[in-house]
């Protein structure tokens, strides 16, 4: 898996963590400040990159938690089907079939000939956004 690691109390809004082994982007953090009992917590609300689930984690501020690495792309779409959309990668020409994204406008967007970002996060390849 390509992901690294970072304490929990550095994230920001924005940023990205695995809650679950799914990759979420965080909407909404707040710390709370050290108790009797212990270290300050950290509440954390994110919404999964794959899925569009809400996720939450309330954890120590000094935890460790798993980052995904990010590598966005570009590819040009071949082809849209209601299962799948087929890709060719702007570099290495390289194609293949990637899930149809979850957000209806952008896949209003999508056809063929049309240039798009992609991501590939933990394997999986998902469709971002339509250039242009």
């Not at 954890?59 to 040009?76: N, W």
């Not at 799948?84 to 209003?108: C, G, H, V, W, Y």
Request: hydrophobic share 40%; charged share 30%; proline share 5%.
């Amino acid at each position: 898996m390509s992901v690294t690691f970072a304490e929990l109390g550095d994230l920001r809004v924005g940023s990205y963590l695995i809650i679950d082994g799914e990759p979420c982007r965080v909407v909404e953090i707040s710390k709370a400040k050290t108790g009797k009992h212990g270290s300050a917590k950290a509440h954390v609300v994110a919404i999964s990159i794959i899925s569009g689930v809400k996720k939450t984690l309330v954890a120590p501020v000094d935890t460790r938690v798993e980052v995904p690495i990010i590598d966005k792309r570009v590819g040009q779409v071949l082809a849209v089907s209601e299962k799948n959309i087929q890709i060719m990668d702007m570099e290495s020409f390289e194609t293949f079939e990637a899930e149809p994204p979850k957000d209806e406008d952008l896949l209003r967007r999508i056809a063929p000939g049309k240039e798009v970002e992609y991501w590939v996060i933990m394997g999986k390849r998902i469709v971002v956004n339509v250039r242009g």
